[in-house]
């Protein structure tokens, strides 16, 4: 959705705006205006658990926020909508088609000088129903490794240069001491998923988009496994690859380097 048309349809009740941000006091200090926010760290994991809620937890979690399913989700966020992206391809696995992103997201909708608010409302609870898995849009380790070993799939490793060579363990803005060894999957290809957006956040066009992913092999034949650290920004290239690109089998590998950098004699690359 364009930041055009959701301004058009800011009192439209079949519409819910939800705020999902890295950063997630950013809410407080000014959100879109009827906007209710979502915070990742807390209400899409199945803590202790390293997994995601269930789609009936997901569809408590929206009822409790006043959404319904008769209403089109609104996913905005900073940074090129990356954890945005994460909240949409959640819905997505757990059978939530009524999802969209806002292209641009926080970032346009501030270039364009448009409202943003404090004022937190309680929303009235809604309606909502559970949908179906797809699993299938879901990759877990043993079929990366399996990938890894046979080197006969298509990956997109879309984190920064720095992290795929093994110079660095993470974004420049975490710490540098993690949990996992440097480097990244043998046959990986290295797209970083901010080459996908503009400079005011918004995706750049399908013909820049395939001809991005199609320089390095990633055409949309056979199966595409998208992985970063923890699946956040490999869920903005999983948006880009199955929504804008229409690749037909396009998979998040949400374990991710967190997971795979974690095992024990799988097999690891550094260097560019």
Not at 86 to 111: P, S
Not at 245 to 266: A, I, Q
Request: charged share 25%; glycine share 10%.
């Amino acid at each position: 959705m364009t930041t055009e048309t959701l301004a058009a349809h800011l009192e439209d009740v079949a519409i819910a705006v939800v705020e999902v941000d890295e950063d997630t006091s950013a809410f407080g200090r000014g959100h879109i205006p009827g906007a209710v926010s979502l915070d990742w760290t807390q209400e899409l994991h199945a803590s202790p658990r390293r997994d995601f809620v269930s789609g009936e937890e997901l569809a408590e979690l929206f009822a409790s926020k006043g959404i319904s399913s008769d209403q089109t989700i609104v996913f905005y966020g900073g940074n090129n909508n990356w954890f945005a992206a994460y909240a949409y391809w959640l819905c997505k696995l757990r059978g939530i088609d009524n999802v969209t992103l806002l292209d641009g997201g926080r970032m346009k909708w501030r270039l364009e000088d448009r409202p943003l608010t404090t004022k937190e409302t309680e929303p009235s609870r809604g309606t909502f129903q559970s949908g179906s898995d797809r699993p299938e849009l879901r990759a877990a380790r043993d079929e990366l490794i399996d990938v890894a070993i046979k080197g006969d799939g298509l990956m997109v490793d879309v984190r920064s240069p720095g992290e795929f060579s093994g110079e660095v363990m993470a974004p420049s803005h975490l710490p540098q001491e993690q949990p996992y060894v440097a480097g990244h999957v043998p046959g990986a290809a290295n797209i970083p998923w901010s080459q996908a957006a503009n400079e005011d956040g918004t995706f750049k066009s399908v013909d820049e988009l395939r001809d991005l992913y199609g320089d390095k092999g990633i055409t949309g034949d056979g199966t595409v496994i998208a992985y970063c650290r923890i699946g956040e920004r490999s869920s903005h290239t999983w948006f880009v690859l199955s929504e804008l690109l229409g690749f037909p089998n396009v998979k998040n590998y949400d374990g991710s380097w967190t997971e795979y950098g974690s095992l024990v004699g799988v097999p690891v690359e550094i260097g560019a």
